[in-house]
C-alpha cells in the first residue's frame, strides 16, 4: 500500500515562499505520477502541479501557478517538492499530495493515492 506524507506548511506573507514535500512509501515498480492538489474553504480540489516519475519527466502547472511554483522530484528518496514563490492570499489552502498509477492526468478522481494534506495559509 502506498504511503503519502506531506510537509512544510504554514503561514506566510504574500509574495513569501514555502516548500511543500511529499514523501512515498511502499511503491511498486511502474509508471507514476505525482499530483499537487489543493482545496480551499468551501471549493472543490484543484489541480495545482504534477510530474511524472519516470522518464523524461512529464511536467504540468495550472494556470493559476504557472511561473509562481515549480515541481521536482528526488527519485532516490521517493519524494516530490513544490516550490511556491511569489505567494498569494488566494494560495491559502489545504494542499494534498497524490499519485496516479494509469498514466498522466490532472484529474483528481483519476489519482489513486492521496496524502492527509497540509495546510498554507498566505497573509495580505
Known amino acids: 500500500q502506498v504511503q503519502l506524507v506531506e510537509s512544510g506548511g504554514g503561514l506566510v506573507q504574500a509574495g513569501g515562499s514555502l516548500t511543500l514535500s511529499c514523501a512515498a512509501s511502499g511503491r511498486t515498480f511502474g509508471f507514476y505520477v505525482m499530483g499537487w492538489f489543493r482545496q480551499a474553504p468551501g471549493k472543490e480540489r484543484e489541480f495545482v502541479a504534477a510530474?511524472?516519475?519516470?522518464?523524461?519527466?512529464?511536467?504540468g502547472y495550472a494556470d493559476s501557478v504557472k511561473g509562481r511554483f515549480t515541481i521536482s522530484r528526488d527519485n532516490a528518496k521517493n519524494t516530490v517538492y513544490l516550490q511556491m514563490n511569489s505567494l498569494k492570499p488566494e494560495d491559502t489552502a489545504v494542499y494534498y499530495c497524490?499519485?496516479?498509477?494509469?498514466?498522466?492526468?490532472?484529474?483528481?478522481?483519476?489519482?489513486?493515492?492521496w496524502g492527509q494534506g497540509t495546510q498554507v495559509s498566505v497573509s495580505s
Open positions: 510530474i511524472s516519475w519516470s522518464g523524461g519527466g512529464i511536467i
Open positions: 497524490a499519485e496516479s498509477k494509469t498514466g498522466w492526468t490532472i484529474e483528481a478522481d483519476q489519482y489513486d493515492y
